[in-house]
Structures are given as structure tokens and as C-alpha cells.
């Protein structure tokens, strides 16, 4: 297996909203040389005289997509290709060339089911371990040394510990897309809400990419000034209507998603933005600290979520998660986190290490 280093290359699987989003913002980013695509072959059948019928395959929309794509690449300020992977649809024997994941740098895990309006992501997590899984066993034999894999399918968290499972690599070289989006999310709210761009904000959504996710407000700032200081100084708001304040924002983030997916069936356009910058961190080994999902251990929330996979600022760069770098939470921010790492772990249980 080639260990070629430093290519530039993201391979994405599952050409679907998210992915094909995803594939499409990579696409035309400078520092990005190639997007390889893989999705699934689904088995024709034979009609009533025996003969083969392709059924319909999603290979042929990847290869659609990149055609689609390369046509504009003059309009690039960069030089990237976006490129399907190798695949046959002939009986017995359908099936994709993982191979193509050889040489990248990081390989983002976007298949699975989305939500239905009203489904939480936890509810996913029967149908999409499965998929996840049976991807991470085609991804193992092509894993570079280097390369990073990135779960973005739901729920994120829980699926990356599934991942991390059946992989078998260091547990900062498997991640979760987690809550880089819903931080992103939170700072658009709070930036609106002050005036101030959203580069002032420091503020960051932990735990759960999902119902118990938590807004850290007791570590955010604005500008160098302590979120609630600042909302108390420049807004006049302090006390029990501050934190009624903060609860809407939060609210409002928590619910964004679910907001979208009333209204369009899929959320795909900020979660390819997303894992563009996550994408970015490593390949330009970046060292931002970002909250991805991260496994966490005896050092992280006083070794109470030891082993479990959820969202805390870590430094991400060409080999994944080099640290995370948590800071002190207060109680009820702690408490918070420590239900939702309680959750997680209950849903990781619930699969019973079938998948
Ligand atoms: N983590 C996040 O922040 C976030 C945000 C949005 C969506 N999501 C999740 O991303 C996932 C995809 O959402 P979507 O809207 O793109 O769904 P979609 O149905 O549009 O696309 C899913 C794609 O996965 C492909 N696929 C299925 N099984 C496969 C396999 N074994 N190998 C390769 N490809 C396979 C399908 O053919 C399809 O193209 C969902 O689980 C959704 O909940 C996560």
C-alpha cells in the first residue's frame, strides 16, 4: 500500500447531499489537489429471461458529479480533481476499489440515513452503525499511516466510536465531525445578537452533536471579555434575564437543524462548509483548535467519560487530534457535558457490539 505523504487528498464517501456538498466546496479550494468519491453499488437483477438488469447505481451519479464538476475547473484558482473511484457492477462481484483511499490524507464517512423531520440523530444509530461499519471494514486494508477519517454520518459521536472500533488506529486519527457546526452556529447567533463579527466570538457547543449538546458559555468570550460580562457591560443584561437570554440562543442553535429539515428534508450546505474546515486543519497541519468529537480519556472531565466519543476543543492537524485541550468548566456547564457523555455511552451500549 502506498504511504505516499502529504498529497493533498480528501477521499468522500457517500455522494449523497452531504457528501456530494462536500465534495463540491473541497473542489474548489486552492489547497486541495483531489476529491476522490465513493458510494455504494447496488446489485441489478435478472429480468424474466434471465438477463442482467443493472438496477440504479450510485456510482453512476458519483461519475456524473465529477464530470459535472471538472467542467468547471477553469474557473479554479486552484487545480484540484474530483475523481470516482474505481467500481464494477458485474454479478456476484459488485463492489467498489477502496484503493482509491491509498494516498489521502483524510477520508470523510458522510453515508447513512439522514433525519426525517422530527427524528432526533439518535434515532439513526440501528440502520447507520451497520453502513459506517461495513465502510470502516473496506477503508482498513487501504489506511495510510497518516491518513485521518472523519465520521460525519449521524449521530457522528457515536458512530466515530464505532468507527474507531473497527479500524483499530489511534484513537486521534478516527473523529467526529461532532459540534464544529453547531459552534458555528452559536457564534452567528451571538454575533448577530452583539454587532460584533463573528471572529470576536469565542464560543464553542460540546458534548453531544445532537439533543444534549451543551453551550459552554461559562468559558465564552467576546473580543477578551467573559460572555456574560460583556452582555452585562454593552447590553444592560445581568441576572436570571441574562440567562433566560442565553437559553434562547441556544435554543435557537439547537434547533437550527431541525429548523432546516422542515423546511428542505436534509441539512447539507453548512456541514460541507464544515467538514471543508476540518479538512483543511489537516491537511494544512493547521493546529487549530476546533471542537470535533474526540474520544475522551482519564485526563478529560476528571476520567468520567473516559473512552466515550463527544465534542471539546482539540488541537486538529496532519495527524488528527493531537491533544484536547479542554479548559474548566463550571458546575452546571460540567454537569451538562457529563449527562450528555451519559447518553452517548448509552447509546454506544445499546448496539451491543453488533455491527
Ligand atoms: N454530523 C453532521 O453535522 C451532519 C449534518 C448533516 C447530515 N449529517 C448526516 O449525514 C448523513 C448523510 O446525509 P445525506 O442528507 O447526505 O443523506 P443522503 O441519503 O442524501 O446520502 C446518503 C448517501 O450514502 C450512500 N450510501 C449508503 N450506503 C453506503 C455504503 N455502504 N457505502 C457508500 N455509500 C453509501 C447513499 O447511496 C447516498 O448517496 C446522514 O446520516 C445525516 O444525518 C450529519
Not at 434471465?50 to 458519483?62: I, P, S
Not at 491509498?102 to 440501528?126: C, E, H, N
Not at 457522528?156 to 467526529?176: F, K, P, S, T
Not at 497541519?285 to 475522551?296: A, G, H, R, Y
Request: aromatic share 6%; charged share 25%; with cysteine.
Amino acid at each position: 500500500m502506498s504511504k505516499e505523504y502529504g498529497k493533498r487528498k480528501v477521499v468522500i464517501v457517500g455522494d449523497g447531499r452531504v457528501g456530494s456538498s462536500a465534495v463540491f466546496a473541497l473542489f474548489q479550494q486552492a489547497w486541495c489537489n483531489e476529491v476522490g468519491v465513493i458510494d455504494v453499488v447496488l446489485p441489478g437483477h435478472k429480468d424474466e429471461n434471465g438477463e442482467w438488469v443493472k438496477g440504479f447505481n450510485a456510482m453512476h451519479n458519483v461519475e456524473g458529479d465529477a464530470l459535472d464538476m471538472e467542467d468547471g475547473a477553469s474557473f479554479l484558482d486552484g487545480k484540484c480533481h474530483v475523481v470516482p473511484a474505481k467500481w464494477t457492477d458485474e454479478p456476484g462481484k459488485e463492489g467498489v476499489d477502496y484503493s482509491i483511499c491509498d494516498d489521502a490524507d483524510a477520508v470523510v464517512i458522510t453515508s447513512g440515513a439522514p433525519q426525517k423531520p422530527g427524528q432526533t440523530r439518535l434515532q439513526l444509530l440501528a440502520g447507520n452503525a451497520g453502513i459506517v461499519a461495513g465502510i470502516c471494514k473496506q477503508l482498513k486494508p487501504h489506511l495510510n499511516d497518516h491518513c485521518v477519517v472523519i465520521v460525519v454520518s449521524n449521530p457522528c459521536d457515536v458512530l466515530a466510536r464505532v468507527a474507531y472500533d473497527v479500524l483499530g488506529i489511534e484513537a486521534g486519527r478516527v473523529i467526529g465531525s461532532g459540534c464544529v457546526l453547531d459552534s458555528s452556529r452559536l457564534k452567528q447567533e451571538i454575533s448577530d445578537d452583539l454587532g460584533v463579527s463573528y471572529g470576536s466570538v469565542d464560543a464553542t457547543i460540546i458534548g453531544e452533536h445532537g439533543d444534549s449538546e451543551v453551550a459552554a458559555f461559562s468559558v465564552a468570550s467576546v473580543g477578551t471579555t467573559p460572555i456574560r460580562e460583556y452582555y452585562e457591560k454593552f447590553k444592560g443584561l445581568k441576572g436570571a434575564e441574562l440567562d433566560e437570554h442565553l437559553e434562547k440562543i441556544h435554543y435557537n442553535v439547537w434547533h437550527s437543524a431541525y429548523d432546516v429539515i422542515n423546511l428542505k428534508r436534509a441539512t447539507n450546505y453548512a456541514i460541507a462548509l464544515s467538514i471543508t474546515r476540518i479538512c483543511k486543519a489537516i491537511i494544512n497541519d493547521e493546529k487549530v483548535i476546533l471542537p470535533v468529537s474526540v474520544q475522551c480519556d482519564s485526563k478529560v472531565l476528571g476520567g468520567k467519560a473516559e473512552g466515550v466519543y463527544l465534542s471539546l476543543p482539540a488541537i486538529l492537524g496532519a495527524h488528527g487530534v493531537e491533544a484536547i485541550v479542554a479548559p474548566e468548566y463550571d458546575a452546571h456547564d460540567t454537569e451538562a457535558v457529563l449527562k450528555s457523555a451519559a447518553t452517548l455511552q448509552e447509546s454506544f451500549n445499546s448496539l451491543n457490539g453488533q455491527y
